[in-house]
T-cell receptor, first 114, second 111 residues
Framework: DAMVIQNPRYQVTQFGKPVTLSCSQT?????MYWYQQKSSQAPKLLFH???????NEADTPDNFQSRRPNTSFCFLDIRSPGLGDAAMYLC?????????????FGPGTRLTVT | DAKTTQPNSMESNEEEPVHLPCNHS???????IHWYRQLPSQGPEYVIHGLTSNVNNRMASLAIAEDRKSSTLILHRATLRDAAVYYC????????????FGAGTTVTVRA
């Protein structure tokens, strides 16, 4: 089945130690998104790629970066994780970027910062 | 951007219909109404979307008021697997790529 895959499902990192979360998709979608969901809150968009074009949300901290080396893969890099970055990180894809397109989400990676 | 208002929680009995309301009184003519749900420990899942007309798919129905200031997601026969947080989201022409999640409605289904 075509899907959005996130690895690992659970990640523990130390305060200040860089961490990378990965996302892959078999849907061949043009757009890939990263959302952050803190405990008991709604998901919040960090940034997205439309093909190779990176689009950052205005309030996304500089500590968060992303890479998309090819259509199938997208990475979320947290350069210096703080305790406040503990959250579920959700990757999503869509064929196109407009309002009529649904987004397909992966299961998420739960990040713990110690 | 136009906002949505949903009840915090709703309860239903298994195999009964569930009607989830969403108010969006400041919706603009080009805003699409999307519904997503998030089951426990999973990523959100698309349910349905519409613009003006009522919509049906295998998961649910979406009833949109004539003035578009409100909509209702209808789950025709709730099952235990429908227990989730349901989000009503407006997708605007400006920033139309964006899903801006609100607090959503937590649906509990009783066996």
């Amino acid at each position: 089945d075509a899907m959005v895959i996130q690895n690992p499902r659970y990640q523990v990192t130390q305060f200040g130690k860089p961490v990378t979360l990965s996302c892959s998709q078999t849907l061949n979608h043009n757009v890939m998104y990263w959302y952050q969901q803190k405990s008991s809150q709604a998901p919040k968009l960090l940034f997205h790629y439309y093909d190779k074009d990176f689009n950052n949300e205005a309030d996304t901290p500089d500590n968060f970066q992303s890479r998309r080396p090819n259509t199938s893969f997208c990475f979320l890099d947290i350069r210096s994780p703080g305790l406040g970055d503990a959250a579920m990180y959700l990757c999503a894809t869509s064929l196109l970027r407009d309002r009529g397109n649904e987004q397909y989400f992966g299961p998420g990676t739960r990040l713990t910062v110690t | 951007d136009a906002k949505t208002t949903q009840p915090n929680s709703m309860e239903s009995n298994e195999e009964e219909p569930v009607h989830l309301p969403c108010n969006h009184s400041t919706i603009s003519g080009t805003d699409y109404i999307h519904w997503y749900r998030q089951l426990p420990s999973q990523g959100p899942e698309y349910v349905i979307h519409g613009l003006t007309s009522n919509v049906n798919n295998r998961m649910a129905s979406l009833a949109i008021a004539e003035d578009r200031k409100s909509s209702t997601l209808i789950l025709h026969r709730a099952t235990l697997r429908d227990a989730a947080v349901y989000y009503c989201i407006l997708r605007a022409l400006r920033n139309d790529y964006k899903l801006s999640f609100g607090a959503g409605t937590t649906v509990t289904v009783r066996a």
